[in-house]
Each structure stands twice: as structure tokens, then as C-alpha cells.
């Protein structure tokens, strides 16, 4: 009774064991109004810790449409970026709920591609909106900047060089320029790194024409902040190259005026 008594309990542990390894966990994605549940094996091959969030962006787009390209997937509140890491590596587990940002292109949309290929859209809406965000937030700093250059500009032009008050006010709001013209030029080159990342396949000329077209754009606001600073460190060159000038001047006079004192001496 007792080797039959273990053998059935070895038997229901072994059973368990299966049933554990074949359970299913599910992972709840909201997209707009709709709910989608993922199912996941709990171990092995097909479980969270054996895919990669790329391979479940193919599942979601094979249920939703969305393309690769234009899905954006939200965690706690951060979006999931690494597409080769692991699901466990996000902290996903049984239950967990994910947001699906993204919309599935019409044949609208798809006429604007070379194409015609949903990945295609989706990468030309990321550049077009890397222009936009540029063109929204950064190109009117842009402007402040080179209208607070040039009222800068102005202000030192009629300056007293020897006014050390208004000198010193000059330097703080250069300073100020300065940093103003280090924080531009460093969103553009973020700008150009997340257009660095956006890979366009050779067949996908519409994506990579509108690519070329946005690098060009963001390079050229570089050259332009660039310009606008250029006009700040020349004026500060002339400036010193004037207060240099006025030294020797005032020396000069200086020592001419000795020389004719010494001359005024000997006579009497």
C-alpha cells in the first residue's frame, strides 16, 4: 500500500509538472477600443522569456494590421524600444497590460508610398513627424535666438568699452547666447540621430527620398545656428581687437605727453 501510495503521488507530481509547463499566461494589449490578448507558453520555447518584443509586434500586426514601423508599444507608462530584448526583460509577466499606439494604413495612405508596402508608410509618418517636431518646437527658438543675437549685437555696438558696468552685463548675456546656441545645435543632432535610426530598405525610395529631404532640413538649421553664433564670436574679436587699439592709442598718447613734459623741463 505504501510503494503503490508513492507511485501515485509520483505519478500526480509528474503530471502537475506537465500541466505546469504547457499552461498558457496571456498579456493584455489595449489598441483604442479594442482589447487583444496575447497568449505565451509559461517555460520553454513560445514563453516571454523566449520572445522577442519584435516577434510579438509581428503577432500584434498580424491581428491588427498596424505595421512594425508605426507600432508603439507603452509599458507603466514607458514605450518598449529594445525590438531584440526579451519579454521578461521589461518586466512582463502573467497578466500584464501593454498599450498599442499605431494605425493600420488605407489604400489612401499606401498610394503615398513607392510601393505600396504598409512598412513603407509607417516609416515615412516617423520622419514626417521628426520634421514636425522640429518645426514646431526647435525652428522658433531658432528665431528667438538670432533676433536676441542681433539686439545683442546692437546693444554692444553702442557700448562704452570703457563703461565696466555695461561690459559686464554684455558678457553675462553672451554667456547666455552661448548656452542657448549649445542647447539648439545638441535637439538637432538628437534630431539627426533618430533619423539615423530610421532604416529605409533600398526598394522603399518614397521613404528614403523623404529621409534625404529631412537630414538636409535638419542640417541646414545647424549651419544656421552655427551662422547666428558666428556673428557673437567675431563681434567679441573686433571687440577686442578696438579695446587693444584704444590701449595703444591711449600708451602712445601717454608717452608723448611725458616727451613733451621732459622737453617743457630742459628749456627752462
Known amino acids: 500500500m505504501t510503494m503503490t501510495g508513492t507511485t501515485e503521488n509520483r505519478n500526480s507530481k509528474n503530471s502537475k509538472k506537465s500541466q505546469n509547463h504547457n499552461e498558457e499566461i496571456l498579456l493584455l494589449v489595449n489598441w483604442g477600443r479594442e482589447k487583444i490578448q496575447l497568449d505565451f507558453n509559461k517555460e520553454g520555447p513560445g514563453s516571454l522569456g523566449t520572445t522577442t518584443l519584435k516577434q510579438m509586434k509581428e503577432r500584434l500586426k498580424n491581428v491588427t494590421g498596424v505595421p512594425l514601423n508605426g507600432q508603439k508599444l507603452l509599458f507603466s507608462g514607458a514605450v518598449l524600444k529594445d525590438e531584440t530584448a526579451m519579454l521578461t526583460s521589461f ?28 512598412e513603407e508608410y509607417a516609416l515615412i509618418q516617423r520622419i514626417s513627424k521628426s520634421i514636425e517636431s522640429t518645426t514646431t518646437s526647435v525652428l522658433p527658438q531658432i528665431e528667438t535666438f538670432e533676433t536676441s543675437v542681433t539686439s545683442y ?12 558696468s555695461h561690459n559686464d552685463s554684455n558678457n553675462e548675456d553672451r554667456s547666455k547666447l552661448l548656452d542657448l ?13 533618430a533619423l ?3 532604416v529605409c530598405p533600398p526598394e ?3 521613404a528614403r527620398q523623404k529621409r534625404r529631404e529631412a537630414v538636409k532640413f535638419t542640417q541646414e538649421l545647424i549651419d544656421r545656428v552655427d551662422g547666428i553664433k558666428e556673428k557673437l564670436v567675431m563681434s567679441k574679436q573686433r571687440k577686442q581687437k578696438q579695446e587693444k587699439e584704444n590701449e595703444q592709442e591711449q600708451m ?13 623741463s630742459s628749456s627752462l
Not at 518586466?91 to 504598409?118: F, H, R
Not at 549685437?153 to 565696466?164: K, P
Not at 546656441?181 to 540621430?193: A, F
Not at 598718447?253 to 621732459?262: A, N, P, T
Open 196 to 198: 539615423d535610426g530610421v
Open 153 to 164: 549685437l546692437s546693444s554692444t555696438t553702442n557700448t562704452d568699452l570703457n563703461n565696466d
Open 252 to 264: 602712445k598718447e601717454e608717452q608723448q605727453g611725458g616727451e613733451g613734459q621732459q622737453t617743457f
Open 181 to 193: 546656441h549649445h542647447m539648439l545645435v545638441e535637439n538637432l543632432m538628437q534630431s539627426l540621430l
Open 91 to 118: 518586466g512582463l509577466c502573467s497578466s500584464s497590460k501593454l498599450i498599442l499606439m499605431g494605425s493600420k494604413p488605407n489604400e489612401k495612405d499606401l498610394a503615398q508610398t513607392s510601393t505600396g508596402s504598409p
Open 204 to 206: 522603399f525610395n518614397g
